[in-house]
């Protein structure tokens, strides 16, 4: 592996790891100091509402300056932010108003942060000789690792340290990623910028040009179906994840296979994109595209069913193999579909949603949980993927994701 892809995908791995291990200590953290659940759902909402602004508002820093740079700042904005609540937690104690404050500083690292490495991508597979598609499949692969292990080590620093001690440790690896990130060349990824292409968009200071990249999402019909995709599968598999497979296992008495689960999605989302690059470019994208529609919709089905604890792990599994699938082809379209000037404003604006959309499907799921039952939110949640699946295997401007064109 070459000296600029295996620094980018370390880098990409650390990063992952440590919002993975703070994604579980913080709530802890929280819920320790506070005493309270809703503290840790307001500190949830600080996070995701600055995270999605930071994410439109900072795309055009990402498409303005070097993104290797783009990505380290963030790297240390979010290690700054880790730092602070055990810095104050042995200084003047630690209070909601405290975590408040640090979810809505991190968040202008983390969104940027993944942006900056997503539209990196095509500068490093170009430098380095490497087809785009086998990197992005290589990537996927590696967040289902990172997603596999990172609950355990999560679970591990847990049970070994106080949650603020955890933090110091986060903030370590937000750190390395910084510094893993320094060591890819910095002429990898170096990219066309607007000022550089005449009529290109380079003011962003206008109200108008913030919203470039929400703009260019809704004005591409390829872009714009696979935003709607990803919203809906967002939706699911938070509502999934978050609390359908939780309750049920709660309410079963069994709330220590609830990870093992977790564990079978990330472990089809690491055979999915790992397969997808070792045989990306052999089989036609369509084809990848329609085995991971299928395979979610019938994971998510036989999640829905909330039979034998071996069946919800199978469909888990299967679930996942769809989701690493369809997530490769998802990001190659949008390497293929985003001109290089454009590609931070529009990224950003694609993980702005994201980010907001899982607050939504945990929402609708405790509430349909709360009115009916859980095997009811799950076959709503299945229902609604299946739907969106079909949409989108019969949707024009869909067929054309095996295409270069906007």
Sequence with gaps: MSRIVLPYLASFATSLLGNSVTAIALPLLVLFTTGSPLGAGIVAIAAAVPAALAGILMGSLVDRINRRTAAVLSDVISAAALLILPIVDLTVGLSLGWFVAVAILGSFGDVPGITAREAMLPAIAGSSGTDPARLIGMREALSGVMLL????????????????????ITAGLAGLAA??????????????????????????????ALLFGLRHLAQSPVL???MLLAVVLAVVLAATQGIVIPVHFAFQGQPGLVGFVLSSLAAGLLIGGGAFAMLGTRVRRRTWFTAGLVLLALGFIGISLLGPVWTVFAAAALAGLGGGCLNAVVGL????????????RVLGAQNAIVTLTPALGIGGAAAI??????????????????????????????????????
């Design 333 to 344: 379209a949008f390497v293929e579909h985003v001109a290089e000037t454009d590609r931070g």
């Design 369 to 406: 949980i709360e009115a009916g039952s859980t095997q009811l939110a799950a076959v709503v949640l299945a229902g609604l993927w299946v739907v969106a699946a079909l949409v989108a295997l019969a949707a024009p401007s869909l067929r054309r994701i095996s295409e270069n064109e906007n």
């Design 149 to 168: 292990i990172g609950p355990a080590v999560a679970g591990v620093l847990v049970a070994s340290f106080a949650p603020v001690t955890v933090l110091w």
């Design 224 to 226: 714009r179906s696979l």
């Design 179 to 208: 510094l893993l990130t320094l060591g890819i060349p910095a002429h990898a990824t170096a990219h066309e910028r607007a000022d550089e292409v005449p009529g290109a968009e380079t003011r962003p200071a206008r109200p108008g």
